[in-house]
């Protein structure tokens, strides 16, 4: 019994001080009214953000921005009421915000290449200069983009290799979008024998082109003379076809205009080699 009585004492004499200082309670109940509404309103905002920035986002190479806009509104107002309650409980914010600008200062010097990477990536986001799926070339990177995250870009290159690129590394080099305009020109160059009847395999050689399964027919071909070469004349020919095909349609049309030369008679001339033998006759004996 006594045991309650003393367990109950301290309990009536905390009550008793907060009594003392309605104005501490009420400024506790401040506190927790804002954290909670910020809480709410910091859910709610990113929440609305995101469907704001999926309305911009109309391909998976947009699906970070939502994220990060999202995120970045959260905690903003999250630290924005974290401040407004520290301020109601009578805590002083100035040395809070002094220590959290120098932190956040030492966070940057210490991340600033990662730092770097982010802002390139959204810069990426923002220009475009590729999609999820296009073909591109990097410096020495060839390949389909996978991935367009905020670190780094994932790319397959052509022995399906998957290569993690830097932001920055891509933002600061050139980027050729093979698959931006929807067409690529493969071109040919063959060399036949100065005695060829020119206008013969010109025509041979125009027809096989606009032959060929994979062109496209809004493109028109285009074969011509080219220039002298050592051993024959050049001959220049092109088409147009669909980035993912273009290497095996210029395998088929290797195999075809080889075929049709050949059957036609063509001759396609190399480099010839001529060996002198320089080393003195002996002289005939009388």
């Known amino acids: 019994m006594g045991l309650s009585a003393s367990s109950a004492a301290p309990d009536s004499k905390v009550l008793q001080k907060a009594l003392a200082h309605p104005d501490l309670l009420l400024n506790i109940a401040y506190a927790l009214g804002i954290l909670v509404f910020t809480l709410i309103v910091s859910r709610l905002a990113a929440n609305g953000m995101r469907k704001v920035a999926k309305r911009f986002s109309q391909t998976d190479a947009d699906r970070t921005m939502p994220e990060f806009l999202s995120q970045v509104v959260r905690w903003m107002l999250l630290t924005l009421g974290l401040v407004a309650v520290m301020n109601r409980l009578g805590i002083e914010t100035a040395s809070f915000i002094t220590v959290l600008g120098a932190a956040s200062l030492s966070i940057g010097l210490a991340l600033q290449g990662t730092l770097a990477n982010v802002a390139s990536g959204l810069m990426l986001l923002f220009t475009k200069p590729y999609r999820i799926g296009d073909t591109v070339r990097i410096g020495d990177t ?52 100065y005695d060829t009847d020119l206008n013969a395999a010109v025509a041979l050689l125009t027809e096989i082109a606009a032959a060929q399964p994979d062109h496209l027919a809004t493109h028109e071909v ?27 349609a210029r395998t088929r049309w290797i195999i075809e205009v080889k075929a049709a030369l050949d ?20 002289e005939t004996q009388a």
Not at 153 to 171: A, C, G, S, Y
Not at 264 to 271: F, K
């Open 142 to 193: 060839n390949g389909r983009v996978k991935r367009l995250g905020l670190f780094s870009t994932e790319i397959d290159n052509l022995e399906n290799i998957r290569i993690f690129v830097p932001n920055t590394k891509i933002f600061s080099n050139e980027i050729s979008n093979i698959s931006t305009n929807g067409a690529l020109k493969i071109e040919l160059r063959v060399d036949v024998g």
């Open 222 to 248: 285009s074969v011509g003379l080219h220039e002298f070469a050592a051993s024959g004349i050049t001959v220049r020919m092109w088409i147009w076809v669909m980035p993912a095909v273009a290497q095996a």
């Open 263 to 282: 059957k036609a008679g063509v001759e396609i001339p190399y480099p010839h080699q001529v060996a002198i033998d320089k080393t003195p006759r002996a």
